[in-house]
């Protein structure tokens, strides 16, 4: 610091002299009219400029040298989402920057001034607001050094998928998901059919949930419940559209929080009785449906094959008029190499060939399927995956036939640190063209819930 001290005062005597020596100088270097530049002049110009590009590289240098000295001074950072609902536990973690002894850090963790935990890690619950965080760092020879950071913490956190058209990148429809800080769904939006609202007491019992159809305003539903001290629901009420009671249920329990009576109707003063007190135990129901097949009628038995390692190799499995037949191969560790499915009934066909990876991730899958009167749909799709296991991308490719929904497109995923899908973006003009997004996620906190 005393040596770039030294050099900025440099920088005025230079300037002075500077003036000086264009003062006996015209713009374009030669002598000013009436003057005579002696040589010695000349060399003091030169001079001047030589020490004014010398004081400039050093300090240049010595700025280069503080940089690097920087980059190496020992430092701490924070890691970790800032953003958080109330009361829900959140990590952060110190790392620790140019240290040769990380394991001989000491470390304090502060809310202010209120010391509020000790260690590399910081894992604790804040009330709703803005909370300021410092963690104070001491290594082995007593150096400190300290960070700080601002925790957000909300009422709600929403999920938010846009979905967009491959083919023009135009947005199609929002969906979107809140929860509260105890994970539990508020509010549902499919952007398209339907919208749902739930709300919750003090002890997360619901307490109200509301239906809103977009296209069918009319069949819109609130149900209202009710609940004991012991968070048996006691009550259950359905209201219309208009606001009319449409259905209500009323239960009473025992000690042990079994249903004894239950009363059904449209309001709560028309109500019928249902008595389960003649019941000691659980009650079972024949099903109306289930035929038993006479002797004559009984379809053909399934028939398993195994290889000398218990493995399915081969399969018939009946279901009453549909028959499936699979087969199985395996390579010489065991695994599954490939797989081939064979459905077959009176009214579609289909057939599913996948063929897997050595870690048992399906990479490319065949599909072949028909509907009674239609001719058949026959695609590809070829997936490949991150080295955790998340798939990478897909590549779906039309073979024939009649496939309504399936188009020659490229999928690549994208994830969060959560493994958590985040993007979705699709290809259709090869690989060289720059193709559309088809879903984004994004993740919000907010403390209001937007009805």
Not at 90 to 111: G, M
Not at 122 to 146: M, P, Q, Y
Not at 387 to 407: A, R
Request: charged share 25%.
């Amino acid at each position: 610091m005393k040596k770039l001290i030294q050099k900025l005062l440099i920088i005025p005597m230079l300037l002075t002299l500077i003036i000086f020596y264009l003062y006996h100088t015209d713009i374009d270097g030669m002598p000013a009219p009436q003057t005579v530049t002696a040589p010695s002049e000349i060399l003091i110009g030169e001079g001047i400029l030589e020490v004014y590009n010398n004081s400039m590289d050093e300090m240049n240098k010595t700025g280069e040298v503080n940089e690097t000295e920087e980059a190496k001074r020992f430092s701490i950072s924070i890691k970790g989402d800032l953003n958080i609902t109330r009361d829900t536990v959140l990590k952060l973690v110190a790392e620790v920057n140019n240290t040769t002894e990380i394991s001989r850090c000491n470390y304090w963790w502060y809310e202010g001034k209120e010391l509020i935990d000790m260690g590399a890690t910081l894992e604790k619950a804040f009330s709703k607001g803005e909370h300021d965080i410092t963690v104070v760092v001491r290594d082995a020879n007593g150096t400190e050094t300290n960070s700080s950071v601002t925790v957000n913490a909300y009422d709600y956190y929403s999920i938010k998928r846009l979905n967009y058209d491959p083919h023009y990148g135009n947005l199609l429809s929002v969906e979107k998901q809140t929860m509260n800080h105890q994970g539990m769904y508020v509010l549902y939006d499919d952007g398209t059919y339907l919208k749902e609202y739930s709300f919750y007491d003090e002890n997360s019992n619901l307490t109200e949930r509301t239906v809103e159809y977009y296209l069918y305003p009319s069949e819109n539903r609130k149900i209202s419940y009710t609940y004991d001290d012991n968070a048996n629901r006691l009550t259950s009420q359905t209201f219309d559209a208009q606001g009319e009671s449409i259905y209500y249920s009323a239960h009473t329990y025992d000690d042990n929080g079994t249903v004894v009576t239950t009363k059904r109707g449209t309001n709560e003063n028309d109500l019928v009785d249902e008595d389960y007190s003649m019941y000691e135990g659980a009650v079972y129901y024949e099903d109306p449906y289930v035929v038993t097949p006479s002797e004559e009628d009984q379809v053909a038995k399934d028939i398993i094959e195994l290889n000398d390692n218990g493995q399915v190799i081969y399969e018939e499995l009946y279901y009453g008029d549909a028959k499936a037949v699979n087969k199985m191969s395996y390579d010489e560790d065991n695994k599954i190499t490939r797989s081939e499915r064979h459905s077959i009934s009176s009214y579609d066909s289909r057939l599913q060939i996948m063929d897997y990876n050595k870690d048992g991730q399906v990479i490319k899958k065949e599909i072949k399927y028909a509907l009674e009167d239609r001719e058949a749909c026959h695609y590809m799709t070829e997936s490949t995956y991150t080295s955790i296991g998340q798939i990478e991308s897909e590549v779906s490719t039309f073979l024939g036939g009649v496939c309504p929904f399936i188009d020659d497109v490229k999928r690549v995923f994208k994830y969060d640190a959560e493994g958590v899908v985040i993007n979705v973006k699709a290809n259709i003009d090869g690989e060289e063209g720059t193709g559309f997004t088809t879903l984004k996620v994004v993740k919000e906190y907010t403390n209001e819930l937007d009805i």
